[in-house]
């Protein structure tokens, strides 16, 4: 399957990214409810995919539903912070008075634009880390995932990792973890090793450590909501990185299309913040590892200050805030 998500015969078809990498396993979705079934356990994420997956319910709704209205709204708060859920449902919804085909034509184009943008905007974003870094071969680092399996089919910040490995210029690339989940260790490496590019997983602790030791020469980070001044919401994590980054000089590079940028928003503090459920971290592979009523804090995101980032980068170049 090339793209993470698709159309066919009727049904959303999706990578299914809670099986990765031990299985490669595709869902076709036919109802509502299992598309936001598959959203809200992270069978399909990362912001732009989600946008994509707005888009496809509504399609899905437009044939199958009594009441799309209502479907709609169901998938557009599935997950709260992704900005572009919303977005994908909104930009289908308008299309929803000419029909169902041209609520699927709207999708469909969706997909097509998504691929484009993250590809130009991780090709801006690849020429900001060459002139913010004089080290060659490059040693970057990534958090949770932002490679082509949370888009449609190529990456946003990962996809800078593309374009610079195409030209000879990664030397590894250090993938954190991604606690509680493990999109890093799950995804991000196995999206890196089909594509033959080196690199070491290691856990989120040891990212500072790793930036002390001179091991970093960037940190590129993808964004599930930009604010209009330029804070950052993105997987939890990203902000205590963004500060270890800070500390030690290492550039932080954000890679997002527009469709991610909320201009609604002054700041990040308006973001909503998901909170996951407590068993992510009491339970490991089903098994219990904390004391009965052990309390949980599970946020999904955090967000990152402005002044913490090197550059954010859309399609357009630097985002200006």
């Known amino acids: 399957m ?3 998500i698709d159309w066919a015969d009727g049904a959303v ?17 036919r109802t509502v409810d299992e598309l936001v079934d598959a959203i809200k356990r992270l069978a399909v994420r990362g912001a732009p995919a989600l946008g994509a997956a707005g888009a496809l319910g509504v399609a899905l709704a437009a044939r199958t539903s ?4 209502a479907d709609a709204d169901l998938i557009a708060t599935a997950r709260p912070t992704a900005v572009n859920l919303a977005w994908g449902v909104r930009r289908a919804m308008a299309k929803l008075h000419q ?15 998504d691929e484009q943008l993250n590809k130009t905007a991780s090709k801006h974003a ?20 932002a490679g082509r399996l949370a888009t449609v089919g190529w990456g946003s910040a990962l996809g800078v990792v593309w374009h610079l490995h195409e030209r000879g210029l990664v030397e590894e690339v250090l993938v954190d973890e ?18 033959n590019v080196p690199y070491r997983v290691q856990p989120d602790g040891a990212a500072a450590a790793a930036m002390a030791r001179g091991m970093v020469d960037c940190v590129l980070v993808g964004a599930d909501r930009i604010a209009a001044n330029g804070d950052v919401a993105n997987k939890i994590g990203t902000y205590g990185l963004a500060i270890a ?3 030690h000089g290492v550039p932080f590079v954000v890679v997002a299309p527009s469709s991610t940028v909320d201009r609604t928003l002054a ?15 009491t339970e490991y592979a089903g098994i219990r590892v904390t004391p009965p009523g052990a309390q949980v804090f599970n946020p999904a995101f955090d967000v990152t200050p402005h002044e913490l980032i090197t550059a954010v980068v859309t399609e357009h170049g630097r985002f200006a805030p």
């Open 2 to 4: 090339r793209r993470t």
């Open 13 to 29: 078809v999706i990578i299914d990214q809670t099986a990765l990498p031990g299985e490669y396993r595709l869902l076709h979705l």
């Open 66 to 69: 009594e009441n799309v209205h």
């Open 99 to 113: 029909g169902p085909d041209a609520v699927l034509d709207e999708a469909l184009a969706l997909l097509a634009e």
């Open 126 to 145: 690849a020429e900001i880390v060459l002139a913010e870094c004089a080290r060659r071969p490059l040693r970057l680092l990534s958090h949770c995932n």
């Open 178 to 195: 991604t606690r509680p989940l493990l999109q890093g260790a799950r995804l991000t490496a196995w999206e890196l090793a089909q594509a």
């Open 245 to 247: 980054a800070r500390h």
């Open 267 to 281: 700041t990040g503090a308006g973001v909503a913040i998901e909170e996951r459920d407590a068993r992510e971290l």
